[in-house]
């Protein structure tokens, strides 16, 4: 459990808190590509308390999805309201590579510089000692990343997800009523397999892009199978660059392990197994202290992905504009008492993000950590809050921080981080697996190069 003021220190993450002074050291998710593909790239954005306009420049590059520098260029990131009478910017004219506001005609640029105020006499400086907020965008696989920091942004790790190429990858994301933390903390928990995915009947799923679905390698088991029979995992934590690496071991015979390896990206990220070929990384981001929206890339090491098949799936589960899931607090996230009895654990379809998202909102807003009980099963939990504490202080302190690459050099030493679901001899597994990593990375189209950091 944690004291009150702790429980505090790690969920509250508004202008000025410890939290968000760091979360806001980090680049950000804040929207979809595809969000603003229409015919108005304009989009109002919510991160950590606070209310920005991200729009597509008219002057930006002519390439949106160039991953190099001039991906910057392309989008632009700015204060919500009008620094005259506090009009919604949301709603403003894109205009010479700025937004202009409705009421009046200011047009802000895009580092949020006022630059023209028609209604003022032309010999006016004022528009120069006008300003709102403004970050720094980048795009990365689909997604616009911002940095809401002070300072330079930090380069960009060389992390799989950022180094896949663009056709093996899918992003997507999704709005879930209940504190980031307690979003992260189900995504690095590998206990809670065994019972909230598992099947009391037969797993009817032969669908590509279903998670838990597929057959392990060298067991001719679904995942979904063998985590549920083997609800009693060692789990194991250690300490790695890019935060921490959670192992979660199951013997299946006498000298046959299950090796599932994940990992927590600080500070509100976590890199996981899908399948044989696949694995993602998932931001939780807050919208506020109550809210807060995942965000994800997925990327294949071995297949093109089938993008379209991927969003109708994920499409169909959500409501548009704003990515709410279909099956939510208001109607019991879809709970069917004859399928709990008969097929699913949870009775909450076959959706597993159904089932993260009941686990999560179901604890409350913010969840009440100073009444909790934690077992052993809960190291990685536990490791994180610890790490998480540390952290708020050292960059208090000026010190440094896990996941926060100071220069270039810095950041194509965080690669990986390696996540896989393995079968390993349990004499030897801390190295077989390691060897069944490089192998897959070998066999990728895009990874290859990357297998002189597979033993990191």
């Known amino acids: 459990m944690l004291s009150r003021e702790d429980n505090e220190r790690v969920t509250r993450t508004g202008p000025g808190t410890p939290l968000g002074q760091l979360m806001r050291a980090y680049w950000q998710p804040v929207a979809l590509v595809s969000e603003l593909s229409g015919d108005r790239p304009v989009k109002a954005v919510r991160i950590m308390g606070e209310d920005l306009v991200l ?34 910017l949301s709603f403003g004219r894109r205009e010479n590579g700025g937004l202009r506001c409705l009421y009046h005609g200011w047009l802000y640029g895009p580092d949020g510089q006022c630059v023209e105020q028609p209604a003022e006499p032309e010999h ?7 300003r709102i907020p403004s970050y720094a965008c980048a795009e ?24 896949a190429p663009e056709e093996y990858t899918f992003a997507f994301k ?30 009817p799923r032969e669908v590509y892009g279903q998670q838990f679905s597929e057959v392990v390698e060298g067991t001719g088991r679904k995942l979904s199978e063998l ?23 199951r013997d299946l015979a ?75 607090r208001g109607n019991d996230w879809g709970f069917d ?10 009775g909450m379809g076959l959706d597993i993000n159904v089932h993260d998202q009941w686990a999560v909102e179901s604890m409350g807003p913010v969840q009440d950590r100073t009444v909790e009980r934690l077992g052993v099963s809960d190291r990685a939990v536990t490791a994180n809050r610890r790490l998480l504490l540390k952290a708020v202080t050292a960059f208090e302190n000026g010190a440094t921080v896990p996941g926060l ?10 690669t990986g981080p390696l996540a896989i679901d393995t079968v390993t001899p349990v004499d030897g597994w801390e190295t077989a697996w390691r060897t069944r990593e490089s192998e897959r990375r070998a066999r990728s189209p895009w990874a290859g190069r990357e297998v002189r950091h597979a033993q990191r």
């Open 124 to 130: 006016s400086t004022f528009a120069a000692k006008v």
């Open 337 to 346: 008492p004859r399928e709990q009895r008969e097929l699913t654990y949870t």
């Open 174 to 203: 999704g709005w879930w009523e209940c504190n980031w933390l307690q979003g992260v903390e189900g995504g690095i928990d590998p206990s809670h397999v065994s019972f909230l995915h598992r099947f009391v009947g037969e797993d």
């Open 55 to 88: 729009f597509r420049r008219e002057d930006g590059p002519d390439d949106p999805g160039d991953a190099g520098a001039s991906a910057g260029d392309t989008w632009a990131l700015v204060g919500r309201y009008c620094a005259h009478r506090g009009v919604d």
């Open 405 to 414: 690459p100071l220069d270039e050099r810095a950041a194509e030493e965080l």
């Open 227 to 249: 985590v549920g029979a083997a609800f009693r995992p060692d789990i194991e934590v250690e300490s790695a660059e890019h935060g921490l690496r959670v192992f979660a071991l």
């Open 140 to 163: 990365r696989n689909g997604i616009v990343f911002a940095y809401l920091g002070t300072g330079d942004p930090p380069p960009f790790p060389a992390y799989d997800c950022f180094r």
């Open 254 to 328: 006498e000298d046959v392990r299950h090796v599932r390896i994940t990992n927590l990206v600080f500070p509100n990220a976590f890199v996981v197994p899908f399948g044989n070929g696949k694995a993602f990384c998932q931001w939780h981001v807050p919208i506020d202290d109550e809210n807060h929206y995942w965000f994800m890339i997925l990327y294949d090491f071995e297949e093109v992905t089938d993008q379209a098949a991927l969003l109708a799936q994920r499409l169909a589960e959500v409501s548009l504009p704003d990515y709410r899931p279909l099956r939510n």
